[in-house]
């Protein structure tokens, strides 16, 4: 009888063929967990609205400028010296106010004189005409004033005016009569009613110059600049989204919305944007259902099918 002796060679080939066999076992097992266990798509964390109806209008806007029509001008009755100032730039008068005394020339040359009874003659008292604001103050206690000399001004409150500046082809959207909204810097809004044309174009901006008359009597100084807005358009009844719901191309030529297919996934809708103002657009066509929910928040860069997680406010 013969003995079999196993060489070395032999048992490296079993390790190996044993090994294979593991690794392909492994492999499978592997596949099989894949397949059964599949990893879940995330989904964008979006937020929906739903149509409302409302109105929109379009505001178109022009620069004004404050100014008062009606100035009381105070001049100096004769050459004389202002003894006394009784106003104050920014000062409020009423008719029959005193705000100046006046002495005369001989007055001012006898003040060393010891006889009082002569102190007594020439000094007159300038009394306001009319009622008002001090918006020019130029004769100060003192000062030495010719005849006719202007001593101050007293504009008239409710003489206060906007004088707006309309480019030539946006003037048929100017109608005296007309309302406008007159917008400070600081955010004020006043209501204003457009009154007449002036006779006169501005030479340098080449407009047409309004005026604008505030419903308010309030004193501001002249010729602050604001802004008047007039409604160029408006619609009625309009089916309006929140701005931010509308996407567009870089060129702005293609726009579009997403709307909720089910709870968790949107669609794109080619849609047709009319009027918008900073805060909302109109939707021309397609009309949309009442129900429908469209994405306010997390919509911009979503592919034309996307998978969503509607947060709830």
């Known amino acids: 009888m013969k003995a079999t002796i196993t060489t070395g060679k032999n048992n490296n080939m079993r390790n190996l063929v044993v090994l294979i066999v593991l690794v392909s076992v492994l492999f499978v097992q592997c596949h099989r967990a894949a397949v059964n266990d599949p990893v879940a798509a995330p989904k964008a964390q979006v937020e929906a609205v739903r149509f409302s109806t409302d109105t929109l209008m ?43 005394e006046i002495i005369t020339k001989e007055r001012k040359a006898a003040e060393n004189l010891q006889d009082t009874v002569y102190k ?12 008002g604001i001090i918006t020019s103050l130029r004769g100060q206690t003192g000062d030495f004033m010719t005849m006719g000399t202007e001593m101050c001004q007293i504009s008239t409150v409710q003489s206060l005016v906007f004088s707006m500046q309309v480019p030539l082809e946006y003037s048929q ?27 006169n174009m501005s030479i340098m901006a080449q407009t047409r110059q309004y005026l604008v008359k505030p419903a308010n009597h309030f ?18 009844s309009s089916q309006v989204l929140p701005l931010r719901c509308l996407l567009s191309d870089e060129m702005m030529q293609n726009f579009w919305v997403m709307k909720l297919f089910n709870d968790t996934t949107a669609v794109k809708i080619a849609v047709k944007p009319g009027m918008k103002n900073k805060d ?9 259902l009442p129900t429908d929910r469209i994405l306010s928040d997390g919509n911009y860069g979503l592919a034309d099918t996307a998978l969503v997680h509607v947060q709830q406010r």
């Open 58 to 100: 379009e505001e178109i806007s022009f620069q004004a400028q404050s100014l008062y029509l009606v100035k009381n001008v105070v001049q100096a009755p004769i050459d004389c010296y202002i003894h006394e100032t009784h106003i104050a730039p920014g000062d409020r008068v009423n008719p029959g106010q005193i705000i100046y």
């Open 120 to 131: 007594q003659l020439g000094k007159i008292p300038i009394k306001a005409a009319k009622q």
């Open 173 to 199: 959207l100017v109608k005296p009569g007309g309302h406008c909204d007159i917008v400070f810097a600081d955010g004020t809004i006043i209501s204003g009613t457009i009154k007449n044309e002036l006779g």
């Open 219 to 236: 004193f501001i100084p002249e010729n602050l600049i604001a802004t008047a807005k007039l409604v160029s358009r408006k619609s009625v």
């Open 280 to 288: 909302k657009v109109e939707i021309l066509d397609p009309v949309f």
